[in-house]
């Protein structure tokens, strides 16, 4: 198992270096590898937190929201380099954010936009589908939550 230094920030405490490699690892996956032409830069990244694992660069990432209006915690944008898939570090990557999101907020349900490739990915840490699948940029997905 590789050594990863997991850290998590809000908007402000990112450098623009860190910025950069956030954006060009989701870039990576999600448009070049997915071939899912998107918009990254959605403007939401100033209200979330920021997960990153680190092993001479960022390797991996995510994005937490806060509570919404209807009391969900959402994570999004979760992802790993694909040099490191196998590895086990999607796993902590969101194992990181599941200690994150039941720390800060323990009575939240937790919500993500599941690609449906991973349903049982999702479904090991005790997520539950909700609704249909959907098309997301032409992927397929479905909405998860689990209880904080």
């Not at 919404?68 to 990557?93: E, Q």
Request: charged content about 25%; hydrophobic content about 40%; overall charge negative.
């Amino acid at each position: 198992m590789i050594t990863v230094d997991w850290q998590i920030k809000d908007f402000g405490e990112l450098s623009i270096k860190e910025l950069h490699d956030i954006i060009q690892l989701r870039e990576k996956v999600f448009v070049v590898e997915q071939d899912c032409p998107y918009l990254d830069v959605d403007g939401q990244d100033p209200a979330a937190y920021h997960v990153i694992g680190i092993h001479d660069k960022i390797m991996a990432t995510a994005r937490i929201f806060p509570p919404d209006s209807t009391g969900k915690v959402v994570i999004g944008r979760i992802c790993n380099d694909n040099k490191y898939r196998g590895s086990g570090v999607g796993k902590k990557l969101v194992e990181q954010c599941l200690i994150f999101c039941k720390k800060s907020w323990p009575q939240a349900t937790i919500k993500i936009s599941a690609q449906c490739y991973l349903i049982r990915f999702y479904e090991s840490f005790g997520f539950k589908k909700i609704g249909e699948e959907y098309l997301e940029d032409g992927i397929p997905h479905i909405t998860m939550t689990i209880a904080s």
